[in-house]
Each structure stands twice: as C-alpha cells, then as structure tokens.
C-alpha cells in the first residue's frame, strides 16, 4: 500500500551526478548522495557497473565518503576522492580491485581532478589558506583582518582575501606533490590539452578584477617534470568565462560566456580556434541558459552540452563551425548529467513523479541504476499539470498546478516562487510532493525575469537605467504572477481563493514580499533568504557591485533612488498578511542584515510576523545546508502555512 510522501523522506531520497562514461563506452560510473541525519552530513558514493547495467558502490576503504570519478586511461581504473580522518585523499582502482593511494592527508577539500591524457599524471584543485595559521588560531585570539580589496567573501565558503584555489599534480605511478600554479591568484576550472603539454583554467588578473566576476581563460604549458610555463590569456577581459574544454584533435576550445555589462544574459558557449585567436557564440541562435561545465566533444566540430528550455533541461548538439543546433534528448523532464562515447550515452533524467535515475543506450535508453526506485513506488506522487496562461496579448506564461493527493473539495493553494536566473518546471521536488500530501496545492510558474526563455524574457525586469532597461524588479514579475495566480483561482472551482500563500527564497524572496505589499491575493507568506532593502543590500552581498549595477544601470551611491524603487521594504506598510522571514546566520549573498531590516519594519507596524534565523547555515540551506537544519525548516514550513491556511486532509 503507498503512503504519502513526509518529512523524514527528505532523507532517503539520492541525489546522482558526475556521469562518467569508460573511454570504451563499455562502463559507467556516478556519485550518488543522500543526507544521514545521524551524522548530519551527507553521504556520498560511488556507483560502478557495465553500461547495461547494474551498478554497485565501489569499496575505496572510505563508505559515504567517496566522490568525483574519472576515468584513467583505457585499462579500467578509476580515480576518485575520498575524505579520510586526516584529510582528503586520491586513489585509484577498478570495481573489483584494490585501491592504491596516489595523494593522501590533502588539508583541504579537493574540488577538481584532471587525468593527463596519457595518464602519468593527475590535475587536482583546493582551496586553501593562504595563512594557514590565521585559521587554526582560536577565534578570541585572531589578529583582525585588514582588507583592501573590495571582494573579501563568498556565500558557501566564507573568507577568499585569504584563500586561493591552487592546481597540483602527482604522479600516478608515485611521487611527489607538485604545485602548478603560483599561488597569488585563484585559478580553476582546469582542463588538459589533448597531448598533455598544456592546461587550460580561468582566472582573474586583470587590474580591476575586484569589480565585477570577469575574468579570463589562460593556457599554461606543463612540462613533463611538471614545471609550469607562464599563463598565456586567450580571452579578451570582456565577460565572465567558465569550463575551458578543448576538442579531440586540439584546434578548438569551448567556454562558457556571460557578457557582464549586459547582464542579464543567457549564459552562452562560445568557441575559440587556438591558431588563429578567433572566436564565435555557437549557442547564439537559440539565445537559452547552456551548461558550459557539461560539454562534452563529439568530434572535431560538434559537441553536445545541457540546455535550459521552457521548464525543461535537454541535450543538445552543436556545430561548432555553424552553430546548427540538434536536440539529443529532449522532453517533460530534466537532464541533469551525462556523457557521451561515440555512440554509448548514459545520463541522470528526473521529472515531477520521477526522482533522479541513471539510463543508458540510445535511441531507447534504460534506466539501469534507480536508488530512489522503491521508495518512490511506496509513496503517493503528484503529477503536475502544465497550464500556459496569457498575461497580455501576445505574452504567455508558463505555469504548473500541482494537486493535493488527498480528496477534498476545497484546496489551499500555495503559490512557489523560484529564485533568480532560473526556471522551474519538469523538476523532482521532495518540497512540492510534501506541501501536496499534507493537503495543499501548489502553483509555481516562469514569469518575466525567468531563465528558460530567453535574455529579452530575462531583461524585462532590468531597471529604467540599465544597459538594456526594462520594467524593473517588482513590477512586471508582480504583475505576471498575480495575472497566473487570477486565472488559476477563476479556472479550477476546487481551489480556495481565500486561501492562498505565497512563498519564494532570494529574488523569490523578494517576490513574495512585493506580492505581499501590492496585492490582497494572499492569506500568508514564507519570505526566505531575500534582499529587502537593496540600499543597504549593495552594500553587503558578496556579489557588490557589479550584480545589482547590471540590473539597475549605477551603484547605489549614484542612484539610490532605484534602489529604493525595487525594494520590498519600500511597501512594508501593504503587508498584512502573517509573514515568515526565514534567513541563515551565514548568508553573505543576501546578508541577515535583510531580514533584520524586514522584521523590524513589521513589527514596528504592529503586522502578524515571526523570524526564523538559522544558525551556521549561508544562502544555499535549502541545497546543501546541513540535513538537520534542513528537516528542521520542511516542518516549519508545513507548520507555518497549515496554521495560516488551515488545510482540508
């Protein structure tokens, strides 16, 4: 007998990615992660077998804590990471083998590893201190930190003045650590050039480089002891680049794209000639979000990478000398990673009643690993049911309408806002399958400002002042909303217009309390992680000040007055229905300071609001914060709406 979908299953159900294939095409590898309250961490797995299927976790003397696998050379072996007691560690075996040791007691958490084309050697990436000291000194006895650059944190990893992302190699067949890079600058993103002479990375050298994310793609040549030539910038200083991957043959370079100045842009995949210096957009005629990190050559010319489309995630392939584009996979679910070899493809696909699976084979592909297969055929899904609406002549929205899985004839309805720069859609959600069993309906929907359609669709919410203006942030997207969320109520009778909420996190966090404060559609609002005042905003995030300069078109020093214009905090006096303001401690994208400012307004009005602070955690909570805190918010968000709209079970 099913049972509805509750909370504790947050976590059981796996998340799958890193899709290796073998260069045979013979075998696959992936990482598999599930959350363990217990320990509260996540576990994570390495998961081997024949391209047909099955697949088992590999057994590297570290269980939950294997990842990140590639493939070295073509005799079977795989090279992983493992967190270990001391530290990190490298090693490198076969399913069924023993594990050597290549690297171990590594510090630092290895974020990238890069198999030399001959398999001698292997690429990895940390970041690490650059005054170790500093950070192992007890905080009541630090020596304070002296900035002069404007660029000091991130959200999710805290101080970069004093870390850098630094590039080693190590022999595989034994041998000292060597560093590659100089360690005065934070390089990433590596790849080998096919002989193995060289590398490609990106960086940030340029003089001004603390004022926005442009950066550039380098090449370094690497002799055979190691020894690092001088970077050589391929790039021009004109925008933010990412995944420099090279062609079989070692002519051409692809890399992802986003014109800054012009933000914001679908992120394009761009692709240089290396003899000539010349490059060329590929993606520029279907103008849609590309993943340039998931680019894989298919030969010379062509290569296949995942696309962002209408609520979808497809795999498309691309001429890379006529941007002719060719869908691979493509339908009413996601993508998520995949690897080809000549004509062997495996890949993740979830979908709204499908958590993510590992399928195999083409042109009808199997789904050869499922960890979330029994669980989800215990359990009641809800299948969403997609609903184009007309705002204004000519303009359609997307939206989705996801049903209570229980009998009633009335339904609260729950209005779910993405964050900003992206889409939703086709998605697994635990959150959705959860609102859904505990009685409610949700809505969520691609107003203007979304990703999946397009920069002209994405700009529309730019400020009166940016490079390519538009109608501002809490005015055309409130709008769109609001004309989804008044056609839903009018089309489906069982939906309870008096009874409806609002919830969304950062730009959907703001979203939510500019619907709050312009409209009366709503009983209750979860306001999460958002920017509320972006005055004092501009000052604080770590994305200052490129990110809102882009949409707004000046600093907030020039300009204040749009600043104040996009701010929810601006109609704080409109909000009157009982609001959640939930935030991390840690938040450095959108700082706690925002929902600081919020609360106090609210309260100061006399307004129904409680504030949710949670401790240790930064922007991503919902994504990757820890699995208690994570439980922990699912059952005060179905607390928060079930006491605020009293939910029919």
């Not at 990433?188 to 990375?201: A, I, K, L, R």
């Not at 004839?409 to 900003?420: C, F, K, N, R, T």
């Not at 769109?480 to 069982?494: I, R, Y």
């Not at 100061?604 to 919902?622: C, D, I, K, N, Y």
Request: aromatic content about 8%.
């Amino acid at each position: 007998m099913r049972t509805a979908i509750d909370h504790d299953d947050l976590m059981l159900f796996s998340e799958l990615g890193d899709v290796r294939l073998s260069p045979d095409g013979k075998q696959v590898a992936a990482t598999q992660v599930r959350m363990d309250p217990v320990s509260n961490t996540y576990r994570s797995e390495v998961v081997l077998g024949p391209i047909d299927g099955p697949l088992t976790a590999i057994d590297a003397g570290a269980p939950g804590a294997t990842s990140s696998p590639v493939w070295v050379g073509t005799d079977g072996r795989l090279a992983v990471v493992v967190r270990q007691p001391g530290g990190w560690a490298i090693k490198v075996g076969s399913g069924s083998g023993e594990w050597a040791t290549v690297a171990e007691g590594i510090p630092d958490a290895v974020q990238e590893l890069a198999i030399a084309p001959d398999a001698s050697r292997l690429l990895f990436v940390v970041r690490e201190p650059v005054d170790r000291e500093w950070f192992e000194t007890p905080e009541d006895r630090r020596p304070p930190l002296r900035l002069t650059s404007l660029r000091y944190r991130e959200d999710g990893i805290g101080w970069t003045v004093n870390t850098r992302r630094q590039a080693y190699l190590v022999p595989l067949a034994g041998g000292p650590v060597v560093r590659l890079t100089d360690g005065a600058h934070d390089d990433s993103q590596f790849s080998w050039e096919p002989t193995g002479s060289s590398v490609f990375f990106v960086s940030q050298r340029h003089p001004e480089w603390e004022r926005s994310p442009i950066n550039d793609v380098f090449r370094m040549t690497v002799d055979a002891d190691g020894v690092a030539g001088d970077p050589e910038r391929l790039t021009a200083t004109d925008g933010e680049f990412a995944s420099p991957r090279c062609s079989p043959d070692g002519r051409l370079l692809s890399y992802g794209r986003v014109d800054v100045i012009r933000y914001p842009q679908a992120l394009q995949l761009a692709v240089l000639d290396l003899s000539t210096g010349k490059s060329r957009l590929v993606t520029e005629s279907i103008d849609r979000d590309t993943h340039a990190d998931a680019v894989v050559w298919t030969g010379p010319e062509t290569l296949v990478t995942l696309v962002d489309r209408s609520g979808r995630i497809e795999l498309v392939e691309f001429d890379a000398s006529t941007g002719d584009a060719s869908s691979r996979l493509g339908g009413d679910y996601r993508v998520t990673a995949f690897d080809v070899r000549d004509e062997a493809i495996a890949f993740v696909r979830s979908a709204t009643v499908e958590p993510p699976c590992l399928l195999a084979g083409a042109p009808e592909p199997v789904v050869i690993h499922a960890p979330n297969e029994d669980l989800a055929a215990a359990r009641i899904l809800a299948d969403a049911e997609h609903r184009p609406v007309e705002v204004e002549p000519g303009v359609t929205v997307d939206s989705w309408l996801v049903r209570p899985t229980a009998a009633s004839e009335s339904w609260p309805l729950i209005v779910w806002l993405q964050g900003g720069g992206s889409q939703f859609g086709y998605q697994w959600s635990h959150e959705v399958q959860l609102l859904a069993a505990q009685g409610f309906a949700v809505l969520y929907l691609n107003a203007r400002g979304s990703a999946g359609y397009g920069t002209a669709w994405m700009r529309a919410v730019n400020g009166a002042r940016a490079e390519i203006p538009g109608q501002g942030w809490g005015a055309i997207d409130i709008a769109d909303v609001s004309a989804v969320v008044e056609h839903t109520l009018a089309a489906v009778p069982e939906l309870d217009a008096e009874r409806v909420g609002v919830m969304g996190g950062s730009y959907g966090g703001l979203v939510t309390t500019h619907l709050l404060g312009q409209t009366e559609l709503f009983r209750a609002g979860w306001a999460e992680r958002g920017p509320y005042n972006l005055l004092s905003d501009a000052g604080t995030k770590d994305e200052a000040p490129w990110f809102f300069e882009a949409y707004l078109g000046s600093d907030h020093l020039q300009d204040p007055e749009s600043y104040w214009q996009a701010s929810p905090l601006r109609v704080a006096a409109g909000i009157t229905a009982p609001l959640a303001i939930v935030h991390s401690e840690n938040d450095f994208r959108c700082t706690i300071g925002q929902a600081e400012e919020l609360f106090m307004a609210l309260k100061l009005l006399g307004r129904e609001v409680e504030f949710v602070r949670f401790p240790g955690e930064g922007h991503s909570l919902t994504r990757n914060g820890t699995p208690v805190h994570r439980l922990q918010r699912s059952q005060i968000l179905t607390e928060w709406f079930g006491k605020h709209l009293t939910p029919s079970r």
